[in-house]
C-alpha cells in the first residue's frame, strides 16, 4: 500500500514537500513517480525516479521547479515544489512500477490514494 501525505492549502509562491510511503511493501524494487489530476482531466505526469535513484525525469513545463527524491532507507519518495502556482492546485498520486521513458513516464500498477494541493 502507498501512503501520501504533505499536501495542503498554500499560499502563492509556496513550497511544499509530499512524501510517499510503502506501508507494507518496499519501494526498493521499483521506479517511482508522481502524477496528478485536476478536477475533470486524466492524470498528468509529474516526475519519475528510477528505483536507485541515478536518473530523474520531469516534463518540461515542471522541470526546476518540482524535484522527486527517494529515501530507500526510509522506504519514502518525495516530491519537493517551489513557487506554486494556481495550475499546480491538484489531488496528487504517488505510483510504484512507474517507467522512465525520453521524456515521459508510463505508469506502473500500485497506486496511492493521492494527497490534495490547493494553491489559493
Known amino acids: 500500500q502507498l501512503v501520501e501525505s504533505g499536501g495542503g492549502l498554500v499560499q502563492p509562491g509556496d513550497s511544499l514537500r509530499l512524501s510517499c510511503t510503502g506501508s507494507g511493501r518496499p519501494l526498493t524494487p521499483f521506479g517511482m513517480g508522481w502524477f496528478r489530476q485536476r478536477p475533470g482531466e486524466g492524470r498528468e505526469f509529474v516526475a519519475a525516479i528510477t528505483k536507485n535513484g541515478e536518473r530523474t525525469l520531469y516534463p518540461d513545463s515542471l522541470r526546476g521547479r518540482f524535484t522527486i527524491s527517494r529515501d530507500n532507507a526510509k522506504n519514502t519518495v518525495y516530491l519537493q515544489m517551489y513557487s506554486l502556482q494556481l495550475d499546480d492546485t491538484a489531488l496528487y498520486f504517488c505510483?510504484?512500477?512507474?517507467?522512465?521513458?525520453?521524456?515521459?513516464?508510463?505508469?506502473?500498477?500500485?497506486w496511492g490514494q493521492g494527497t490534495q494541493v490547493t494553491r489559493r
Open positions: 505510483n510504484a512500477g512507474t517507467i522512465l521513458l525520453t521524456t515521459t513516464a508510463a505508469a506502473g500498477g500500485y
